[in-house]
C-alpha cells in the first residue's frame, strides 16, 4: 500500500484524469482509485473532499447536483472545466519530470 504522504501532491492529478474521462461523484472517484491501483491507494473522504473544494475554488472543476434515482435524493457530480484540462496536462508534465529525475538519481545510485 502506498503512504498518502509520497502520493499528495499528486491527489489533484488523479482526481482530474478521471473526471476528463467523465464527469463523477466522490465516492465513485474513490472507488475507482482503488480497482484502478489494486488496492494500492487508498484515498481518503476528507483528503477527496479538500481537493475537490481547492480544485473548484481555482476554476478547475465544477460541481452540480443530479437526482439519484432510488430514494430521491441529490448526489453532488462533479465536471472538469476547460482550465482544469489545461492543468491537468501541465501536472501530468509535472509527473513525467519528477519520474524522471527521480528514476536518474535511483539508477546513478544502484
Known amino acids: 500500500m502506498i503512504s498518502s504522504d509520497y502520493i499528495r501532491g499528486y491527489n489533484d492529478l488523479m482526481i482530474l484524469s478521471l473526471l476528463s474521462k467523465s464527469d463523477s461523484y466522490a465516492y465513485l472517484i474513490s472507488k475507482q482509485i482503488k480497482e484502478i491501483t489494486n488496492g494500492k491507494y487508498l484515498i481518503k473522504e476528507t ?64
Open 47 to 110: 483528503t477527496l473532499y479538500s481537493a475537490f473544494t481547492r480544485l473548484e475554488k481555482n476554476g478547475y472543476i465544477e460541481s452540480y447536483y443530479l437526482k439519484v434515482q432510488t430514494g430521491g435524493n441529490q448526489r453532488t457530480y462533479y465536471k472538469i472545466t476547460d482550465n482544469g484540462i489545461k492543468y491537468l496536462k501541465e501536472k501530468i508534465e509535472e509527473w513525467n519530470l519528477t519520474k524522471n529525475v527521480v528514476d536518474l538519481i535511483i539508477k546513478w545510485g544502484i
